[in-house]
């Protein structure tokens, strides 16, 4: 009698979680969780994570944005488990490769946990998507590592060895940085001076991770060769533009305020773009592994161990620099301005 009533409340109680939550309009919550052109479909501020979870699998103006990278990360989770098949776990050549795809799978996480529960309290927005925040510039430093130890030649490769590494990891967490401080420094509406802060030094990180094959690409202008590889870099590169520009443009919901509440934000193309820029990475990398005129015989190529622990290492930095940045995030909702409003809306 007692269990049967116990599964009497928990099918009552996962009934009442289930049922369709309300969305809201912009002006019904705080600014903090506004987003520009998004008119309607705000889920709650202030609910228990529970309801966050749940409103993965219901309709609102974050649903796309979760989806996509969460089928990011499966499709990112079968690439990895394809390329240890097809080369072998003891394969040198792909330890960069698996570097980079462990990368993806730790940013589309991110990804998906930040705008699966930001809305939870002021404090949660900011430290998730400085998480969030942490999963791109680890994405931007497995990229770069990739191009560099399966699509550079071996004469660039050579003169860089000694300094990659360093600079790759340094600039990465330096973009984390940038990103962090613009989303502490500057409120909603946000100035265009925010997204300066974000996108430059991701540019600049794309310049070097662009300037590893360049040298491979004068060379075979010069001789007039057909190199698919270079041809996958070029789309690469060309995706990447495409999502730097839907990042930071807004469009075209700033256009056209409230048609694409649901689905067709720019933030949620940006998702989709990062998702096809990622997997043609892979096939480049792929490619240039099995095809490719580089002498890979001579490379000094790191051990995954080394792969794996520089990445970890990179992830400890980003941890530390979100403690540190702790009080400052504690300053900021605690400031007066966001408080009070998330106070008056709820």
Known sequence: ??????????????????????????????????????????????????????SVLQLNNEVVNIWTHLIGFVVVVFKIHFLL?????????????????????????????AHTVHSISPLVHYTSFQVDYAGIALYAFGGSLSVFYTSTDSE????????????????????????????????????????????????????LTMGLVFRRAVKCFSDNCNDPGLSMHRTAVILAIIAALTFSS?????????????????????????????????????????????????????????????????????VFTILALRPYVRKVVQGGDILEETKRVN
């Open 250 to 318: 807004h469009l075209p919901e700033k256009v056209w305020p409230g048609l694409f509440d649901l689905i067709g934000q720019g933030h949620q193309v940006f998702h989709v773009v990062s998702i096809l820029l990622t997997l043609k990475q892979f096939d480049a990398a792929r490619w240039d592994i099995l095809h490719s005129n580089i002498d890979f015989s001579n490379d000094v190529r790191p051990k995954l161990s080394t792969v794996l622990g520089v990445i970890a290492g990179l992830c400890a930095c980003c």
């Open 156 to 207: 660039t490769k050579t003169q860089l060895q000694s300094w990659f590494l360093p600079v790759n990891f340094t600039l990465s967490w330096f973009c984390f940085l940038c990103c962090c401080i613009a989303k502490l420094k500057y409120r909603r509406p946000y100035p265009i001076s925010r997204k300066l802060w974000q996108v430059i030094p991701y540019g600049v990180h794309s310049l």
């Open 1 to 54: 009698m007692m269990l049967r009533s116990e599964l009497t409340s928990l099918m009552i109680r996962a009934h009442h979680l289930l049922r369709k939550q309300p969305t809201f309009k912009a002006e019904e919550v705080p600014l903090l969780y506004r987003e520009p052109g998004v008119l309607t479909g705000y889920r709650l501020p202030g609910m228990k994570l529970v309801s966050y979870v749940i």
């Open 85 to 113: 098949e097809e080369f072998g776990a003891n394969d040198s050549r792909i330890f960069p490769v698996i570097g980079f795809g462990v990368c993806c799978l730790l940013y589309t996480f991110f990804s998906v946990i």
